[in-house]
């Protein structure tokens, strides 16, 4: 609304208003609304160069997704200064999945006598704790997808919604056999057989702080604990272990997401084998205009996505590789 008001004012003002001095105010604007402070001149003036190509795409995107031709739409973000290279440097974390696939002993497959639902959303069955945002300049979504699928499987098993320290897992999790390198990368299953073997410490004992610090785990501010982990591949089978067993961990192809904001995110290009984000899948459903969709929290903040979370295209082969190697715990 304020938008609005604001262009609206801005052209009753001076009739004639060029796309560039749109863009002049929408990235003046995009500095206050993200708090955005440049060290040197030269470091805004490639800000501004970045920011103003990652509108230019954004605003193509969404002439396409006005006309009906895309089903998702596209927006500026905390993100929009950053070159998609540098973005996946600082937020991401790869995966082999040779070396993942090795650390599975347990294979889920889905019922044969019961369909699961057509839909399904853990938030409204309070199984979903709130977003958090990893922060920039750390790659922890490995431990964020970690804590989602295990505090909704243990509300699931106890009936009480704890969040957990993803912290914890950053800073406890990197010596052998885990191998997890904190903000540099991280896999789910090393973070759940991390658990097992030792319990994972409250969000409020053990706050999130972005930056790998020394181990504090505290046995005695244990908030959950883990028997074992099931691996699960393929898109019927990740329906049923979703409806059946509640918010399942995934692992996708992010390339593109950067500038999404909402609407069933289709990305045909996008690889169901280079996996280099995690992400929980928390429900279901299908959307009159966008078709199947899986309903994923992400760890970017609220100001991403649809408030953090983004809808994915389901039942289109896989895509992004979202039914590639997914994991939930059993607790
Ligand atoms: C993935 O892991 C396997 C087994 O550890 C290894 O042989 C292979 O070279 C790795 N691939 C890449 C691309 O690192
Ligand atoms: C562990 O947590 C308990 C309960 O919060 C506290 O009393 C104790 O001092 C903590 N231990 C350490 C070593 O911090
Ligand atoms: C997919 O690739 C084609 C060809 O390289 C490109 O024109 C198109 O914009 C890409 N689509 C997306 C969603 O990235």
Redesign the pocket.
């Known amino acids: 609304m304020k938008t609005l008001i604001l262009f609206v004012a801005l052209v009753g003002y001076t009739q004639a208003l060029s796309y560039s001095d749109v863009l002049e105010e929408e990235w003046n604007r995009f500095q206050l609304d993200y708090t955005k402070f440049y060290q040197t001149e030269d470091e805004a003036l490639l800000r501004r160069l970045i920011f103003v190509d990652n509108k230019r795409r954004i605003d193509k995107h969404n002439r396409r997704f006005m006309a009906g031709k895309e089903s998702y739409e596209m927006g500026v973000n905390q993100f929009t200064d950053l070159l998609p290279k540098e973005f996946q440097s600082q937020m991401l974390s790869s995966l ?1 999945i ?2 993942a696939e ?1 650390l599975i002993d347990f294979r889920y497959t889905a019922p044969r006598d019961v369909d699961p639902p057509s839909s399904i959303d853990w938030r409204a069955r309070g199984a979903v704790t709130p977003v958090m945002d990893q922060g920039e300049n750390c790659g922890s979504c490995w431990a964020f997808a970690t804590t989602g699928t295990l505090e909704g499987q243990t509300f699931l098993k106890t009936g009480r919604l704890v969040s957990l320290s993803e912290q914890n897992l950053i800073d406890c999790s990197n010596d052998a056999p885990y191998y997890n390198e904190g903000c540099k990368g991280g896999l789910e299953l090393n973070a759940l057989m991390y658990i097992m073997h030792k319990g994972i410490d409250t969000e409020s004992s053990y706050p999130y702080r972005g930056t790998q610090q020394k181990c504090r785990f505290n046995s005695s501010n244990i908030g959950a604990s883990v028997e074992a982990f099931i691996g699960v591949s393929g898109e019927a089978n990740l329906a049923a272990a979703t409806a059946f067993h509640g918010p399942v961990s995934v692992r996708v192809d992010s390339e593109g997401m950067q500038s999404y904001k909402g609407g069933v995110y289709n990305n045909p290009n996008c690889s169901d084998e280079i996996l280099d984000h995690a992400m929980v899948v928390v429900g279901y459903g299908n959307d009159k205009s966008g078709g199947d969709y899986w309903l994923v929290k992400n760890s970017w903040g609220t100001t991403w996505g649809e408030n953090g979370y983004i809808r994915m295209s389901r039942n289109r082969n896989n895509q992004c590789g979202i039914a590639t190697i997914a994991v939930f715990p059993i607790v």
């Open positions: 082999n040779t070396e090795g």
